[in-house]
């Protein structure tokens, strides 16, 4: 199916990113059968290339309709990097518990930030700690757009129950605190050989 798509030939390889295939090859179920793989395949395909990236595939809520997006997401890793991760990162938060009680708001979050990451749209990669990319600058546009939906995010898992606390109404001050910490365990996160990528 995916060698029609493209318009391959039999024997012509594709290019395909291996998070993807393994995605495609075992996540549990397809919403509508065949037609939600064509259709996620139709979706992902880049224009006159027969290439199949994984920057490429449709937005979370498109993924959706064809798949249980959080089952599909984790499907990208093949080596269960999701548990990896929170090993080491575990192993981190040890540590940290040496620290003085200032730091006690990023311990409090750090046990949750990686069911943040995936359950704001996006994934973790391995990456050596001397390594980086310029997506991990603090500047660039798709890391700034995860860490204000993961300081959003755990903001109002603390003001559960205090409505009138809205995001954009709390103080400059609790919106950089939240987004202080997320940054500071988004670097402790890369500590461990990993970081996040955001989907689409």
């Not at 397809?30 to 996620?40: D, Q, V, Y």
């Not at 518990?97 to 990023?106: I, N, S, T, V």
């Not at 001050?173 to 202080?180: E, G, L, P, Q, S």
Request: with cysteine.
């Amino acid at each position: 199916m995916l060698q029609n798509r493209l318009g391959c030939k039999a024997d012509e390889e594709i290019q395909l990113d291996d998070g993807v295939l393994n995605a495609l090859l075992t996540v549990p179920q397809f919403r509508h059968g065949a037609r939600s793989l064509e259709s996620i395949i139709a979706m992902s395909q880049l224009h006159g290339q027969k290439i199949f990236r994984r920057s490429a595939l449709p937005s979370a809520q498109q993924l959706g309709l064809h798949v249980d997006y959080t089952t599909f997401v984790e499907s990208f890793e093949p080596e269960n990097h999701r548990a990896i991760a929170r090993a080491k990162f575990a192993e981190k938060i040890r540590i940290l518990d040496r620290l003085p009680p200032e730091d006690d708001f990023r311990q409090r979050i750090a046990g949750q930030i990686l069911d943040m990451i995936y359950k704001n749209g996006a994934y973790l990669v391995p990456q050596p700690p001397n390594e980086s990319s310029p997506e991990d600058a603090e500047n660039h546009p798709k890391r700034e757009a995860l860490v204000n939906d993961l300081a959003k995010y755990r903001y109002y898992a603390v003001n559960l129950h205090n409505s009138i606390y809205a995001w954009g109404a709390s103080t400059p001050a609790d919106r950089n605190t939240c987004i202080a910490a997320t940054n500071s365990l988004l670097e402790l996160l890369k500590g461990c050989g990993f970081a996040f990528r955001k989907g689409s």
